[in-house]
């Protein structure tokens, strides 16, 4: 297969090494294309214009896996909404249909269930802007490739931890750690996960469902995180007190529908994950 994978930043880079590693021509489209590995095909490109490269004709699935410039609405629909539609428009120019554009969203799209569960069929009811310009990706995908012949694939992860991204191992070490009052529930996946979700959910056999949640099989309360981390560290407890605002809203998302396509975790839950993150294995990638 060929696979194009627009936008390669660490997540979209892991993902490409693993279809290489399977066997599969890899196609990256990232601004700086001289960071990519050897492995791929490196194309400069910028998703936020019009002008994008040729799209390889013999295309089989698209990955779109961007990042804001900046945590602001105008930047959010720049990369997320302008992006999607850019691509779609290179493969209508093109004349390539895929058999699967895959796009990388995100549980921002829920809004708070105050602890409860959530899944694909939950209505999106978006709290902050970012939510809000992910559902009009999302529709945009769909809306655009409806009766194309191409698969339109959603797939909503949790907060990404791993290699490098060391937010809250940072806050324990340095005693700035705070154990919320109330129970607060969190959702998140490790990269490599994550990455392996994408690979698998565009090259699986079976035809694949609009839209997947993408979080290991624990969604814990941050307390229960702080307090393993502390442990693993060989650190006193976090206090409990104000820990402010959710980042993302108290709720339980359920991988069952991802599950169920035969897919695997290497991380289940946040002690395999972050105990592999403390010891420094695995490398993020530039």
Aim: glycine share 12%; proline share 6%; net charge negative.
């Amino acid at each position: 297969m060929t696979i194009l994978l627009a936008g390669c930043g660490d997540l979209g880079t892991e993902a490409g090494l693993r279809f290489a590693g399977l066997g599969h021509r890899v196609v990256g489209w990232r601004r700086s294309p001289s960071k990519l590995p050897a492995a791929f095909e490196g194309v400069a490109a910028d998703l936020s214009s019009t002008q994008l490269p040729a799209v390889p004709a013999d295309t089989s699935a698209v990955v779109i896996a961007v990042a804001a410039d900046a945590p602001s609405e105008d930047a959010y629909r720049a990369a997320y909404v302008d992006g999607v539609a850019h691509v779609l428009d290179a493969l209508e120019r093109d004349g390539v249909i895929p058999r699967r554009v895959l796009f990388v969203s995100s549980t921002a799209v829920y809004g708070d269930a105050g602890g409860g569960w959530v899944d694909e069929k939950t209505p999106t009811e978006p709290g902050g802007f970012s939510g809000r310009v992910l559902v009009e990706a999302e529709d945009l995908l769909r809306s655009r490739l409806a009766g194309s012949g191409t698969a339109a694939v959603s797939l909503r992860l949790g907060g990404i931890y791993g290699p490098g991204r060391t937010r809250l191992i940072d806050q324990v070490r340095s005693g700035s750690a705070v154990v919320p009052q109330d129970i607060r529930y969190t959702n998140r996946i490790h990269r490599d996960d994550a990455a392996a979700a994408l690979v698998h959910l565009a090259t699986m056999a079976d035809e694949p469902a609009p839209v997947y949640v993408g979080v290991d099989d624990d969604p814990a309360d941050m307390g229960s995180i702080l307090r393993f981390l502390a442990a693993e560290l060989g650190l006193p407890e976090p206090e409990v007190g104000d820990a402010g605002p959710a980042r993302a809203g108290n709720k339980r998302c359920s991988n069952k529908l991802l599950h169920g396509t035969g897919f695997t975790f290497a991380f289940p839950s946040f002690r395999e994950g972050y105990r592999e993150v403390i010891a420094g294995r695995g490398v993020r990638h530039p």
